[in-house]
């Protein structure tokens, strides 16, 4: 496909195991709900690129606007250049790898999948996160509500060293760090007041 | 004889006197609050007085109008949904459809009954924030299928396996809130729907996560119908707050049709407050939708859907006349199912309840097997029968507004109209500008000399 020139909802809903090369910029929502599809974008993309993502392989070869990959139940986005906020909102279970950086409020109620940054992660990393892992190789200005850093085990090293080669980059899992739920907030205490 | 001291029963006829703004469920309130450090949030929809449809009547036909033979002459009651720009637009034998409750919230035998009821009386059932199950799929012949913020279990095969889809941004019981579903309702099955771990408390976003206002919204829907082929309708679901805007933001998104559910509405679980003082009443929001609807050109074409509070045939004669062209019930039809079924009390008593009143939907104990997830309750509900009573509720109630609309001179439920109603009530007067009955005033209107006639 040429020329889509910011097009919205291309490619949109596809369910067969098909390459589909966009070249161009495309609109909001590119490569949404895909299952089995491989879908390669060489320029920026929109708003909620590869939403709720069920299955397949969506790459980004530019930079993607908000919530990339939101929702996204499986199958692995890559963003070469950069991603601003809410990326990997409310995930449930897709893999992304950002080779740049996030905005802000990424990962916001990440429920499961893995969302991988070489850049920085901006404010509010994480907030509300359930079981999402999240790594981070440069700078996190703020971690969100109930997110924190946890330890890189052995078996988060061999998954981060498989989701880095799945997408070609070249950083290393040691250079990263993990970001996961305290789980403090999982069930409603007036302690954590506060933190509502 | 009587005794000196007369008893505490009736604590008036011994001088004291309630304060009526700390009155005893106020003062139970601020006792609880301060007891526990908790706020209250239970199911169902505002309990405080509102204008509602009983403020309205309906004028019979006279001189100048002649009615119907009741069951002889015909009145239709069959609706059309979603005939903007979907392929295959839902048509309804009665304009009373089953509104969106979530499984997780209530139990599949629920959502199976639901179902069966709906299907009886060729009507539609909606899913809910939980996602698409294989009992309401199965058993509901025409299935709208939601689009909520949190996207639990949403996925493309469901998306193309409704009849329709409604986009949520809001309900009437807590416009502006999210859901919840609280640790005791989230079981392995509700879990893995949602993808979460078991027993925690979910909170579902209030926002949706790829799209903010409606010109996303515009784009979100254009990306529902390339994925489901153009096929079906786009509803829009919208909490009462300000909804002559929000209807005309949905009409120019581009909705098929607009769901319109006031405060009364019903909810799984919210938090008191919430129902209570957010949103506006379901009469106070039809006449602001109507008009929009008009001043868009759009009424009728795009369809308006209300929901909030209503129980019988009148309330359904009176959306209609209104403006509306079909309506939804959740609460009614969990009544109908079995929900606070005298018969149960002493299993109320027994979790500080009482038939009637019990409204703890969040905790997941429901004697009669709808609003729980616990497996030995839940068999308590036989799909098959609730399924029967929920048919009748419908037939009642289409039946119901059959009369009304023919005693109008109808020959179908849409061609009720502004003019058959009168308001009892200065409120609903002012609200929905019919006439105070037996007058000719509508307050806000100088001068007015609607037809009262
Ligand atoms: C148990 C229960 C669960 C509900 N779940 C949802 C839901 O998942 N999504 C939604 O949009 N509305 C939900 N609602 C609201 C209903 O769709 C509807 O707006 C409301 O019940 C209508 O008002 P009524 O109960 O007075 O008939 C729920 C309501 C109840 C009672």
């Not at chain 2, 009176?318 to 019930?329: E, F, N, P, T």
């Amino acid at each position: 496909m040429k020329n889509p020139e910011g097009a919205h909802a291309i490619a949109v809903g596809l369910d067969q195991a098909i390459d589909v090369l966009v070249e161009g910029h495309v609109g909001y929502f590119a490569a949404g709900m895909n299952e089995q599809a491989t879908v390669t974008i060489t320029g920026n993309a929109g708003q909620g690129v590869a939403e709720n993502m069920m299955s397949g392989r969506v790459h980004v070869k530019g930079s993607a606007s908000q919530s990339a990959g939101a929702t996204a139940h499986g199958g692995l986005l890559i963003i070469d250049g950069d991603a601003t906020a809410r990326c990997g909102i409310s995930m449930k279970g897709a893999d992304i790898v950002v080779g740049g950086s996030v905005g802000h409020m990424s990962a916001f109620m990440a429920q499961a999948g893995r969302l991988v940054i070489c850049g920085d992660a901006g404010d509010g990393l994480g907030d509300s996160i359930y079981e999402a892992r999240l790594y981070v190789k440069g700078q996190v200005s703020s971690l969100g509500a109930d997110c924190i850093e946890k330890e890189m085990r052995p078996e988060h090293l061999t998954e981060l060293a498989e989701l880095l080669a799945l997408a070609g980059r070249p950083e290393q899992p040691g250079e990263f760090r993990r970001y996961g739920s305290a789980r403090q907030l999982y069930n409603f205490h007036i302690d954590n007041v506060d933190a509502y | 004889m009587t005794t000196t001291t007369s008893p505490v029963t009736d604590p008036a006829a011994k001088g004291l006197r309630e304060n009526s703004t700390f009155d005893k469920l106020t003062i139970a309130a601020i006792r609880k609050a301060a007891a526990t450090g908790l706020y209250d949030i239970r199911g169902g929809g505002a309990k405080r007085k509102v204008p509602h449809f009983d403020d309205l009547l309906f004028l019979g036909a006279s001189m100048s109008r002649y009615p119907l033979e009741g069951y002889r002459e015909r009145c239709d009651t069959d609706v059309w949904l979603g005939t903007r720009y979907a392929k295959k637009p839902l048509h309804l034998k009665t304009p009373v459809t089953i509104a969106g409750m979530s499984f997780g919230s209530l139990s599949a035998q629920a959502k199976e009954a639901l179902g069966r009821g709906a299907s009886e009386v060729g009507t539609s059932t909606t899913s809910g924030d939980g996602g698409m199950t294989e009992e309401e799929r199965t058993h509901s012949k025409t299935l709208v299928y939601q689009y909520l913020p949190s996207r639990y279990g949403m996925n493309p095969r469901h998306l193309r396996m409704g009849d329709a889809i409604e986009v949520v941004l809001g309900q009437g019981a807590k416009p502006g809130g999210g859901g919840m579903l609280l640790g005791q309702k989230i079981t392995e099955r509700v879990a893995a729907m949602r993808t979460l771990p078991v027993g925690i408390d979910q909170r579902s976003a209030c926002r949706h996560p790829d799209w903010t206002g409606p010109d996303d919204l515009r784009i979100k829907i254009l990306e529902l119908r390339e994925i489901t082929e153009w096929e079906k309708p786009v509803y829009v679901k919208i909490g009462a707050s300000r909804p002559y805007y929000d209807v005309m933001l949905a009409i120019k998104a581009g909705a098929d049709a607009v769901v319109l559910d006031g405060m009364q509405g019903g909810t799984a679980a919210t938090q008191d407050v919430f129902i209570e003082h957010v949103g506006i009443p379901t009469l106070a929001a039809i006449p602001q939708a109507v008009e929009a609807l008009q001043e868009a050109g759009m009424h009728r074409e795009v369809q308006l859907i209300v929901s909030g509070g209503i129980r019988s045939g009148a309330d359904v004669a009176k959306a209609l006349a209104l403006g509306a062209d079909a309506v939804s019930i959740g609460t009614a039809a969990l009544i109908a199912l079995g929900d606070n079924d005298p018969a149960l009390e002493g299993e109320y008593n027994k979790i500080g309840s009482s038939a009637g009143y019990y409204d703890d939907w969040q905790a997941g104990q429901d004697p009669a097997g709808i609003t729980t997830q616990d497996p030995e309750l839940s068999k308590r509900l036989d799909p098959v029968a609730g399924g029967h009573r929920l048919a009748n509720l419908l037939r009642v109630m289409t039946m119901e507004a059959q009369i009304i609309a023919r005693a109008c001179g109808k020959a179908h439920l849409l061609h009720l109209e502004p003019e058959d109603l009168v308001a009892l009530t200065i409120e609903a007067a002012a609200m929905t500008k019919r006439p105070l009955a037996g007058t000719d005033w509508i307050p806000g209107q100088a001068g007015s000399q609607a037809g009262s006639l």
